[in-house]
């Protein structure tokens, strides 16, 4: 069964009333953009033509026993609950392996459920029915087993394209992000700004959530690869590290911050990375051998 574009933005509106109904206190549901309900409303009205951008919120639960806080961070695809809901949980008081079962427990349910479906109410109480485990065994994912059966991961890479990155403060925090959770990859600053995030799929979508927030708009993921593994992902990695990546700059006409990066260069470095494919993906032109 399909649905409209309209019929799911109702469906989205309505579960988001029985969101702030469960959860009335100020903090507790935390929207990405504030104007977000109002402007799908616009839109089912008729008064705003453009599409709204996606609703993203982040719920804090208070779990009981052990009394420890989760947070739920939730994005709806325009098409949700006829596309999948994107989910990540965090806590302070897991550490990222527990943290990365969690989640993949989380999203085992999840995709239980039939399309046209709402499931955040239902992963809700999922956490709060589930998560204690995830604290209270922390020590004994360690523990060795001879019997242990390989884990599947999914091992992901994020090409992320920004009209521009200059900001010191960004560029900090962007590295800094990328640091901590493990991950690899480079930031080319400049205009565009290109981010490429590689590791497992939970670290790279909390570094894209992270970047974002608060209000980074004009930034968009332009194309993803993933693949499953049982090992560690290093032998997939097309980077050692997560690094700043500085370019020439050319065409700048005196003005601040106005002029390019050199593209020709950035291609030459994604032909070392065996990345060239993606030149075409992030900005429409094909890629043109030196060899030629």
Same mark, same amino acid.
């Given at each position: 069964?399909?649905?409209?574009?309209?019929?799911?933005?109702?469906?989205?509106?309505?579960?988001?009333?029985?969101?702030?109904?469960?959860?009335?206190?100020?903090?507790?549901?935390?929207?990405?953009?504030?104007?977000?309900?109002?402007?799908?409303?616009?839109?089912?009205?008729?008064?705003?033509?453009?599409?709204?951008?996606?609703?993203?919120?982040?719920?804090?639960?208070?779990?009981?026993?052990?009394?420890?806080?989760?947070?739920?961070?939730?994005?709806?695809?325009?098409?949700?609950?006829?596309?999948?809901?994107?989910?990540?949980?965090?806590?302070?008081?897991?550490?990222?392996?527990?943290?990365?079962?969690?989640?993949?427990?989380?999203?085992?349910? #999840?995709?239980?459920?039939?399309?046209?479906?709402? $499931?955040? $109410?239902?992963?809700?109480?999922?956490?709060?029915?589930?998560?204690?485990?995830?604290?209270?065994?922390?020590?004994?994912?360690?523990?060795?087993?001879?019997?242990?059966?390989?884990?599947?991961?999914?091992?992901?890479?994020?090409?992320?394209?920004?009209?521009?990155?200059?900001?010191?403060?960004?560029?900090?925090?962007?590295?800094?992000?990328?640091?901590?959770?493990?991950?690899?990859?480079? $930031?080319?600053?400049?205009?565009?700004? #290109?981010?490429?995030?590689?590791?497992?799929?939970?670290? $790279?979508?909390?570094?894209?959530?992270?970047?974002?927030?608060?209000?980074?708009?004009?930034?968009?993921?332009?194309?993803?690869?993933?693949?499953?593994?049982?090992?560690?992902?290093? &032998?997939?990695?097309?980077?050692?590290?997560?690094?700043?990546?500085?370019?020439?700059?050319?065409?700048?006409?005196?003005?601040?911050?106005?002029?390019?990066?050199?593209?020709?260069?950035?291609?030459?470095?994604?032909?070392?990375?065996?990345?060239?494919?993606?030149?075409?993906?992030?900005?429409?032109?094909?890629?043109?051998?030196? &060899?030629?």
């Amino acid at each position: 069964m399909s649905a409209s574009m309209s019929e799911c933005l109702q469906l989205q509106l309505l579960e988001m009333e029985m969101l702030f109904s469960m959860f009335p206190n100020q903090g507790e549901v935390k929207l990405e953009d504030v104007n977000a309900l109002t402007n799908i409303r616009r839109y089912l009205e008729g008064t705003r033509e453009a599409l709204p951008p996606k609703i993203e919120f982040v719920i804090t639960l208070q779990i009981e026993e052990p009394k420890v806080k989760i947070d739920l961070q939730v994005t709806m695809p325009h098409s949700y609950p006829y596309a999948a809901l994107q989910l990540f949980g965090r806590s302070s008081e897991l550490d990222r392996q527990q943290q990365l079962l969690l989640n993949k427990g989380l999203t085992s349910y #999840i995709g239980t459920f039939d399309p046209g479906e709402l $499931c955040v $109410c239902a992963a809700i109480q999922w956490l709060q029915d589930n998560s204690a485990s995830y604290f209270l065994n922390r020590k004994l994912v360690y523990e060795p087993s001879t019997q242990a059966k390989p884990v599947k991961n999914t091992f992901l890479r994020m090409w992320i394209y920004s009209h521009h990155i200059y900001q010191q403060d960004l560029r900090k925090k962007i590295l800094d992000v990328g640091k901590r959770l493990d991950v690899t990859g480079f $930031c080319m600053t400049g205009k565009p700004g #290109i981010i490429c995030v590689e590791g497992f799929k939970e670290h $790279c979508e909390e570094f894209w959530h992270t970047i974002r927030y608060p209000n980074w708009k004009h930034i968009s993921c332009k194309h993803a690869e993933s693949v499953e593994t049982e090992g560690n992902g290093e &032998d997939l990695r097309l980077f050692h590290s997560f690094e700043e990546l500085l370019l020439e700059a050319h065409g700048d006409y005196g003005l601040r911050n106005d002029y390019h990066m050199n593209l020709g260069q950035f291609l030459e470095f994604l032909k070392k990375h065996k990345s060239e494919h993606v030149f075409q993906i992030l900005f429409g032109i094909e890629s043109k051998s030196s &060899d030629s």
